[in-house]
Structure formats: structure tokens, C-alpha cells
């Protein structure tokens, strides 16, 4: 009993000196110290947000540039050198720039202005269908005063932009496209001519003794990452063919405008394909009803080819990335950054996997014995 009584007293001086050492020894020092790392981050960030445009080329750039790799290697694996690759790779990847920026953006701008002058007539002929009336009558709701209350908004909008230098601003946002197109481009080139001085340049920032396991392991994420992104761009590419050939089969007004954005909408792997099914089958709609009907049906049918015959053979070297990693992983860039942060979340999260299965799962595999307390 007299050494419980003894203890106590020792146990509760023990507490009371590890709490105070926790205890600035200079508050005021340690304050200002906070204030100004506060101040740095804040800074920081705003820097940051500053040169938003500049990094998002960046990534954009250095994305493609793993895209084309696997290009490169596969010329490599025939016998060529890799600056012969590189040069040819490049110079197919400019050809395809050229098409777009000569072919697809004039479609593109031709057929937007074409739908948005014949939208009155579209609508009212909608109005006029029986399938429209059976809606309305369904619905009990005056569609046709929904219709004109969202036209009125539109036109109110158009005016308030126009008023406020609306248009100037359109201008300078079209031109700053622009320039960042060709930045993302030029940045694409140079990182693939590159990618390998890149690839060393960083293995030489790590210690010796451990730069062999990480040249193996950056060669392994760059191969993975690569491979996801050429086939995400594959998969996208044959997207956009069946959406361009099914609208032009369905008499669509603006085939190239919606195959371009499928193109775009499924990039993002899973929930891309069934975002744009509902998106085509909207815009059929003003086609006709059996037209979005057989959209919705061969483009539903086309997803299910996809999903279990065309992804495996395109995604089959990439890494295995669960489902619901896809899902949570394109939700959260997303949410972060729009489309393009969804875009980048998936081979952000082929990364991450890899370095979980070969770095970390490794390390605790190891660990057979508890720690010593």
C-alpha cells in the first residue's frame, strides 16, 4: 500500500513534466514563427492560383507526352532508335493537330452557329409534335411558357454581356485558349523528345544505394500512367467515330459537335460513356423521338462491346484500377478542377497503386516481428 501512495505522487510529477514539454520555451518567438508560416502558405497559395492556367498546361502537356510513350517504345521494340521514334511520333501527333485545328474546330464553329440560328424553328416544330403535346399533357405543365421564360433568360443574358463588354471578354478568353493550346502542344513535344533526360535528371536527385529500385519504379508508373492515358485517348477516339457515324445515320444537324463531345465526356473511364448516353439521347430528341430511341439502343449496345471486349485489349498492360477507385477518384477531381481534374485523377490513382503494391505492401510484408516497446 505504501508504494501505491509512493507511485502516485511520481506517476502525476511524470505527467506534469511531459505536458511541459510540450510548452514553448519563447511564446512570443513561436507565435510570430506560425504567423509567418501562415502568411507564406497563404502567399503561396495565392501564387499558385495565379499561375493556375500555366500549371494546367503543364500537366496537360506531360500527360500526352506519357500518352505518346508508349508509341515511342513500341517503334523501339521494332528496331528503330528512339530520336527516330520520337520524330515520328512527333510529326504524326502535329498531323493530328493540323486536322483538328483545320477540320474539326471549323466543323465544329459552322455547326454551332448553324443550330443556334435554327433553334426557333426547331422548337417550334417540336411544339407542334404529338409526342411533345402527350408530355405536356402528362406532365400537367405549360412547357411552351418554360420554353419562353428560358429563351428570355438566354437573350437577357446575351444583352447583359454585350452591355457590360461581354464580348471583349469573350475575345481575350478566346485568344488566351488559344495560346494555351499551343503552349500544351510545344510542351507535348518537348516532353516526349525529353522524357528519358527527365526521367534520369530526377533518378540523380535520390541516394545511390536506392536510385536502381527507383529508376525501376518511375520507368514502372510512367509505363503504367502512359498506358492508361493512351487508352483512355483510344477509347475516346473510337467513341467519338460511333457517335459521329450514328448521328450523321440519324440525320443530326451537328454530328461533329457531338462527337467531339464524347469525346471529351468519356475520357473519364466509366462514368463518361453512360454521362454522354444520356446527354446523345437528349440531343437526338430534337431529331425525333425514334431517333433518340435508336440512339439510346445502339450507343447502349456499343458501351456493353466496349466494356468487355475493347477495354480489356486497349487497357490490358495498364494497371488494374478498381471501379470504385474510377468512381471516388474522378468525383474528387471533379470536384477540384472540372473535367480536366477528372481526367487527371485516373492515372493519378494508377500511381498511387502502383507505389502501394510495390513500395508499401513490400515494407509491412517485411515487418514479421512486432516492435521491441
Request: glycine share 6%; proline share 4%.
Amino acid at each position: 500500500m505504501r508504494q501505491k501512495k509512493t507511485a502516485v505522487p511520481s506517476q502525476r510529477a511524470h505527467e506534469r513534466s511531459r505536458a511541459l514539454r510540450f510548452l514553448p520555451a519563447h511564446p512570443l518567438l513561436s507565435g510570430f514563427t506560425v504567423a509567418v508560416g501562415v502568411l507564406l502558405a497563404i502567399a503561396l497559395a495565392a501564387t499558385i492560383a495565379g499561375i493556375s492556367t500555366v500549371l494546367i498546361s503543364i500537366f496537360l502537356g506531360l500527360f500526352l507526352a506519357l500518352g505518346l510513350d508508349p508509341a515511342v517504345r513500341a517503334l523501339e521494340r521494332r528496331g528503330l532508335t528512339r530520336p527516330v521514334g520520337v520524330t515520328i511520333v512527333a510529326v504524326l501527333f502535329l498531323g493530328i493537330v493540323a486536322i483538328v485545328v483545320f477540320l474539326v474546330v471549323p466543323a465544329t464553329v459552322r455547326q454551332i452557329s448553324a443550330a443556334v440560328n435554327a433553334a426557333p424553328q426547331t422548337i417550334a416544330a417540336m411544339q407542334q409534335a404529338d409526342w411533345y403535346l402527350n408530355l405536356e399533357r402528362s406532365l400537367g405543365v405549360d412547357l411552351e411558357a418554360v420554353i419562353a421564360d428560358a429563351l428570355q433568360s438566354i437573350a437577357s443574358l446575351s444583352s447583359f454581356l454585350a452591355i457590360s463588354g461581354g464580348v471583349l471578354r469573350v475575345g481575350f478568353g478566346v485568344i488566351g485558349a488559344v495560346s494555351s493550346f499551343m503552349m500544351v502542344v510545344v510542351l507535348t513535344l518537348y516532353f516526349v523528345s525529353s522524357l528519358q533526360s527527365i526521367k534520369n535528371a530526377l533518378a540523380a536527385l535520390v541516394p545511390f544505394y536506392r536510385r536502381d529500385r527507383f529508376s525501376h519504379l518511375l520507368d514502372e508508373i510512367t509505363r503504367s500512367v502512359g498506358g492508361v492515358v493512351a487508352g483512355a485517348i483510344t477509347l475516346s477516339s473510337l467513341n467519338a467515330v460511333v457517335v459521329l457515324v450514328l448521328q450523321l445515320a440519324l440525320g443530326s444537324s451537328a454530328p461533329v459537335v457531338l462527337a467531339l463531345a464524347a469525346f471529351f465526356i468519356t475520357l473519364v473511364p466509366m462514368i463518361g460513356s453512360v454521362l454522354f448516353l444520356v446527354i446523345g439521347s437528349i440531343a437526338t430528341l430534337f431529331v425525333s423521338p425514334v431517333a433518340a430511341v435508336v440512339f439510346a439502343i445502339a450507343y447502349l449496345a456499343y458501351i456493353q462491346v466496349e466494356a468487355y471486349v475493347i477495354t480489356p485489349r486497349v487497357m490490358g498492360r495498364a494497371v488494374a484500377v478498381p471501379g470504385v477507385l474510377v468512381i471516388i477518384g474522378a468525383m474528387i477531381g471533379a470536384t477540384l478542377m472540372g473535367l480536366l481534374g477528372a481526367l487527371v485523377a485516373i492515372p493519378i490513382t494508377a500511381s498511387v497503386l502502383i507505389i502501394i503494391r510495390q513500395v508499401w505492401i513490400p515494407r509491412q510484408n517485411s515487418q514479421v516481428t512486432a516492435p521491441e516497446d
